[in-house]
């Protein structure tokens, strides 16, 4: 059985994928955490990697605190830029394959709204975080057989979600404000494990892709699906990122159009379920 490597198995994404992974039976799959392995020590990676010599590592491990990332800069830069060079490098010298997560956040988001954002265009963070993961990209592609997946606005049942926080603030409100102006795709970790689960089945050529829900909302349209779905009768009243920034000056700067193609996915033959489709399997297995 081909070896993998889940790295970050504590967190939203890597509990799901390790869990999915083992109970497939297509493969022995091997674990860490922030207890037992912590990426930004070389040797501690190295030691790890050549114990198990997998097939393929996924780095699902990463300082994912948006805001956090402002103040701390440097820890979240080791975290998810220098530490994934780390595991590439071991990667590459065990003849592993990398597959890391990446995010949205690396472009800047001013492409008009009509037009979304394919792999090879050009990227320009706007946030401490997304600088960061650009620096993870680029330390990725050390690993010379890697995949790195962008995904945008993840919510799963194992972390702290914006879906949660939304159910939570509508509780004895007559209604939330949600900003309206940045538009992307909310994916769930279950959309993403799949796409995961074809990548590792269909090997196709090394790089970068796409890998979100399919289809593209804003936060406070997102925000009305749920409560519709759920039966909430809180208002979702729209601001503005300018209005939100004002409500919250600490807060990171986002891209207004994190909206991701899904065309190279598409044509290795992955087609992600939809926004709406996947927020209600979530929803099967309560909030
Ligand atoms: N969440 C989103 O909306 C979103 C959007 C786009 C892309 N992504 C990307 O998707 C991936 C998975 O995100 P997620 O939401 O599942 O993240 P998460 O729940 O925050 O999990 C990340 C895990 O990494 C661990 N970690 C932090 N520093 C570490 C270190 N030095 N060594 C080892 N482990 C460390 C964390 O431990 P602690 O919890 O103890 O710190 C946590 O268990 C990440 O690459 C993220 O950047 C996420």
């Known amino acids: 059985m081909e070896k993998i490597l889940v790295i970050g198995k504590d967190g939203m994404l ?80 065990v003849g592993a394959t990398l597959i890391h ?14 037009e979304v954002y394919t792999e090879n265009m050009e990227v320009g963070p706007v946030s401490a975080y997304g600088k960061t993961k650009l620096l993870g990209e680029e330390n990725a592609k050390k690993a010379e057989k890697y995949y790195i997946l962008r995904t945008a606005w993840l919510y799963g049942h194992n972390g702290k979600n914006f879906l949660k926080t939304m159910v939570k603030l509508s509780e004895g409100r007559d209604y ?10 909310p994916t769930t970790t279950t959309s993403l494990c799949e796409i995961i689960e074809q990548i590792l089945e269909k090997n196709p050529e090394y790089g970068i892709y796409h890998s979100t829900n399919e289809g593209f909302t804003t936060w406070a349209e997102f ?60 929803l099967k297995g309560g909030i």
Not at 106 to 114: A, E, I, Q, R, S
Not at 176 to 184: E, K, N
């Open 223 to 282: 925000t009305k699906m749920i409560y519709e779905i759920l039966g909430i009768k809180t208002e979702v009243k729209f601001i503005t990122s300018e209005e939100y920034k004002e409500m919250f000056p600490e807060s990171s700067d986002r891209p207004k159009n994190s909206m991701l193609s899904k065309e190279k996915l598409h044509k290795i033959g992955i087609y992600p379920k939809t926004i709406k489709e996947s927020l209600e399997d979530y």
């Open 101 to 114: 997560i990446s995010t949205d956040y690396v472009f800047d988001g001013k492409l008009p709204t009509n």
């Open 14 to 93: 890597g509990s799901e994928l390790y869990e999915r992974l083992r109970n497939s039976g297509k493969y022995e799959v091997f674990e860490t955490t922030i207890e037992t392995l912590d990426i930004c020590n070389l040797d501690a990676v190295r030691n790890k990697v050549n114990d198990i010599m997998p097939k393929y590592i996924i780095n699902c491990a990463a300082y994912t605190n948006v805001d956090g990332c402002e103040k701390n800069f440097e820890l979240a830069n080791n975290v998810n830029g220098v530490a994934v060079g780390n595991i590439a490098t071991c990667a590459k010298e």
């Open 176 to 185: 939330v404000t949600v900003v309206c102006d940045q538009h992307g795709s």
